[in-house]
């Protein structure tokens, strides 16, 4: 997934969908992100002040080292009268608007914001603490504020449109598209409305910002508090020593010796339900799982969501639309409900009888073993993994010595963008981050010039939001003379003292696909930071990540990174061969979980502004159910009580964009399969007509562009497994 956030555009967005990886946000008290001392000044403005100007370290890396807690609210109030001043100062220029003194002149202002908002969304994301959440509640709703004061000046909207009018006289196209984007931003976020409709959209903004921010922290304690906990070693039957010895290590970092913990990951399914052998801990697991946010308690999501959703609602009736899915997605690659439906609506039937037949497959399985119980949810992982090994050959416990994690990041996913792109990475073990466990690595391009900073942060802790994701710390602009900072975030178990950190194939596809939103953030090259690197639609975002993915298996990629952790023996062809021959394999219930979710979540945003507020999980049964999507044994990926992508993370009515942009990055594979596949040729063509293009061009020119057509469902259909049996 992939978070952004952009002073002007006041959000956050969220990433990658391969199991047990999400979308995004926010958990644990002790392990907070480091502190420092220094010369605290109470103004963050003024010198002394670490966000007063930009940091001092290479490529202006934050000073994880030095800052504290007390430095952010501070620095985000003084960043907001700085920016209002430069705006106010924007506005009232008596010069005629022109190109330079308004559009600008606005995309050079708010950098004290922008520095401490980069950081501060990244700490509340990765490792958040009671102080930073308290101050993430105090401040959200008035960024929301500080965003609609801009966006709903009206003098400056007259000199913004008045550029507008006149954009046709700049030369430069990338100019162009900034100020038609520019525009659109301001008549999205309601310059045209009147004075009795601008009041309330202030007013549902302030709401939403402060329903969002809520729900994220509400969802951190819950996921942290829905934990497995048992004092019954016997309960873990199946499990692996290492994965005990992990338990039992999150129970120690909770204070809870003696006793062994499971921690909850974002998703309806649990990883360990594929080994755990007992079958009422896996049911107690996945009910864990399913109620988390449910209980009624202070941590129930629901009255949230339901608020949100009527909100919502009435904002889009606001702007003459009839839902909020239809606002939304008019500057999405989409451009409207209708186009989402009739893509889900391609994908429900394949992905039903798909599904369907994997379901009879494990149940004859199941009976197989002598065990006359009907598949359930919480059946699902451990018998799929029985009927693929059957089927294959195959389980993951085999196949984890080969996938090292550091391995897989330096001679896998560098492997492969050095023999794409050119690029090369250096460990840098002297810049401070926010965790001992990350990484940080400075990346150059092919000629050698540094092209940004990597930081990765693999490992789960309770602080830490679930999912994975990546965003900036410091974003690209040749106007402002900065080069992408990137990071990319994760939810791996961390292994107990000692012993190696290999992870699942899944986990490494996540990997791939997070790095693949990295590069698509490191190859950044436009002028100006409203249209730079990952700032664009979200039913594009995910087309670099998930076309990432691909190099996972590539015969050369695969053979320079899966090496036998103790013997440095490659791993065997046959094993190859079984994985390859796995791809497709559960696919049914891969896509129906992904598309349930994506159909939910239109549900709830084609609600009219005259739509009574809902009991969540009625609407949520009736939702499926009305999109064809209610598919027996396969629950949506997301509950709409824990549905972190659509009520905090930036994707309302967006949530379709995971399987769109599997459309795309699965028919651009086709095209690298009919060209060569892994060459510095094919890479570079895609690095300069999409990873480096930014939002300067609008989407489906840009896929045109590299592709030569409009993109192709075919290919994502036969990829996925979806046109028949294996």
Known sequence: MHRHLRTLFVGVAACALTAGSALAAPGQKAAAHKTGSHAAMTT???????????????????????????????????????QRAEIEKIANNPAPATFENTVVAMERSGRLLDRVTSVFSALTGANTNDALDKIDAETSPKLAAHHDAI????????????????????????????VTVTYDEFVHSGAKLKGADQTRLKAINERLSSLGTSFQQKLVAAAKAGAYVTDDKSKLAGLSEAQVAAAAQAAKARGLDGKWVLPLQNTTQQPLLQDLSDRAVREELFNHSWTRAEKGDANDTRALVAEEAQLRAEKAKLFGYPNYAAYVLENQMAKTPEAVQAFIGK?????????????????????????????????????????????????????KPYFLLDKVLTDGLFYAANQLYGITFKPRTDLPTWSPDMKVFEVHDKDGTVLGLAYFDYFKRDNKS??????????QSKLLGTKPVIYNVANFTKPAPGQPALISFDDVTTMFHEFGH?????????????????????????????FNENWALDPKVLNHYAVHYKTGAPIPQALVAKIKKASSFNQGYTMGELIAAAEMDMQWH???????????????????????????????????????????????????????????ADDSFDWFTQHGGLTRANGERFRQLILSKGHTLDYGPMFRAFYGKDPDIGPMIKHRGLAGDD
Not at 389 to 397: I, M, P, S, T
């Open 466 to 475: 679930g999912g994975a994701w990546m965003s900036n710390l410091v974003g």
């Open 518 to 546: 990295g590069l698509h953030g490191l190859f950044a090259s436009q002028k100006y930071p409203t249209l730079s690197g990952t700032n664009v639609a979200r039913d594009f975002v995910e087309f670099p990540s998930q």
């Open 151 to 178: 966006y709903l000046n009206p003098k400056l909207f007259a000199r913004v449109q008045a550029v507008y009018e006149h954009r046709a006289a700049l030369k430069d196209p990338e100019a162009r598209q900034l």
């Open 606 to 664: 084609m609600l009219g502004a005259d739509a009574p507020k809902q009991d969540v999980d009625a609407f949520e049964t009736r939702a499926l159910k009305a999109g064809g999507v209610d598919y027996a044994d396969v629950p949506p990926r997301y509950r709409s009580s824990y549905f972190l992508h659509i009520w905090a993370n930036g994707y309302a009515a967006g949530y379709y964009a995971y399987p769109w942009t599997q459309m795309l």
């Open 44 to 82: 963050a403005g003024q010198p002394g002040s670490i966000f007063a100007k930009d940091s001092p370290l290479f490529l202006q890396a934050p000073q994880f080292d030095k800052i504290k807690d007390s430095d952010f609210a501070p620095a985000i109030y003084a960043g907001m009268a700085q």
């Open 347 to 399: 994908l429900a039937p394949a992905a039903g009888a798909r599904s369907a037949r994997e379901a009879a497959e494990i149940q004859k399985m199941i009976e197989a073993g002598g065990e006359t119980f009907k598949l359930k949810p919480w059946d699902w992982e451990r018998y799929s993994e029985r009927v693929r090994k059957a089927k294959y050959d195959l389980n993951d416990e085999e196949l």
